[in-house]
């Protein structure tokens, strides 16, 4: 038996097909098949125990209490919510640069990594890319076990990062 439309669910249907210009049951072409690895991967993400996380922006909210001496960590909640399986902070890096203490080779030992700048520049090294700028609206992955470092930044730069999963190990590659 058919389910009765609701009046949401008519109007959920009604803008999916505004902005796809299709009706809702339509499939998307360009999605990939699923492969039994990516659905061992969502089986596994899906066991975890979720909720939802909301972050307000307060200044007092940014710690030193991060990986780095030199940087501010406002946490978004997303390590507590996701239980373990991601990480998403606001990083403020502390005016002025100092070459010396942030130009470290290293890598994080992680699945995956995200950089958005919100604010400011960045100027990085990345593996197999070579040194790179990064201003207001830039964004990048790291993939696993990448060589990177920091070079020089903005005193207003701003950052949101995301990692997976949210405990990791970062080593460093020399003085």
Known sequence: MAKKP??????LSAVRKKWTGRKSSARSSS????TAKANDVAAKQSSRKQRVAISHHRDEDFKADGLRAYAMYRDLGITEATDGLARAHVIRLLPPCNPEEVAKLHYHDVEFQMVYVLK???RSYLQGVGE???TQGSAWTQPPNIRHMILDYSDDVELLEVILPADFKTVELGP
């Open 132 to 134: 790179t700028l990064m």
């Open 31 to 34: 999605r990939k098949p699923v």
């Open 6 to 11: 609701t009046a949401t669910r008519t109007a």
């Open 120 to 122: 400011g520049w960045v």
